[in-house]
């Protein structure tokens, strides 16, 4: 009988999961922390839900709401699986009920990625075109040094609120 409700268990886990009623992967304190931290994040993140999730190695830069109204997070995937572009390398918005894992580092970093290297777009604070809204962003009066090749971008009005 105890076998019979382990399967049962795994079996309805599986069926609500694909009903997307379990939300096990990241809270929205965890992103807040790791925004406010400024810290590196190891995620499993499911493109497809007929596939498994792929490992992702972020920098997690601010929470929002995209057009869809869907909780995401705008990111920088340093590297990891990807469906749409390079599998190192690129900023990404990653949806919160996409990720089903959240492991933190210590890994810190002081600066946007973009600082570092030229090849890499400047990070926009005021988010992009295909949010709705930014909840929280990295404050970038945190950072150490400015890239100086590119001009700052403007604050975002939204988030003095």
């Known amino acids: 009988m105890k076998l019979y409700n382990l399967f049962e268990e795994v079996i309805l886990e599986e069926i609500n999961r694909g009903r997307q009623i379990l ?4 809270s929205i304190n965890d992103v807040n922390a790791a925004i406010d931290g ?3 994040v190891n995620i499993l993140y499911r493109d497809y839900e007929d596939q498994p999730p792929s490992k992702r ?8 709401k995209t057009k869809a109204g869907n909780d995401c997070i705008r990111a920088y995937q340093i590297f990891g699986g990807s469906k749409t572009t390079p599998k190192s390398g690129a900023w990404k918005i990653f949806r919160l009920d996409r990720i089903e894992g959240w492991y933190p580092t210590n890994m ?3 600066n946007p990625v973009s600082d570092y ?3 890499v777009p400047a990070y926009n604070q005021t988010g992009d075109r295909t949010m709705s809204v ?4 990295v404050d970038p009066n945190t950072f ?9 971008a403007p604050t975002n009005k939204n988030l003095e609120k």
């Open 23 to 26: 939300s096990e992967g990241v």
């Open 38 to 40: 400024k810290y590196n």
């Open 57 to 64: 190695y972020i920098q997690v830069y601010n929470l929002a």
């Open 108 to 110: 810190k970093w002081q």
């Open 117 to 119: 290297s030229p090849n």
């Open 134 to 137: 930014v909840n929280k962003m």
């Open 144 to 152: 150490t040094r400015q890239r100086s090749d590119i001009s700052q």
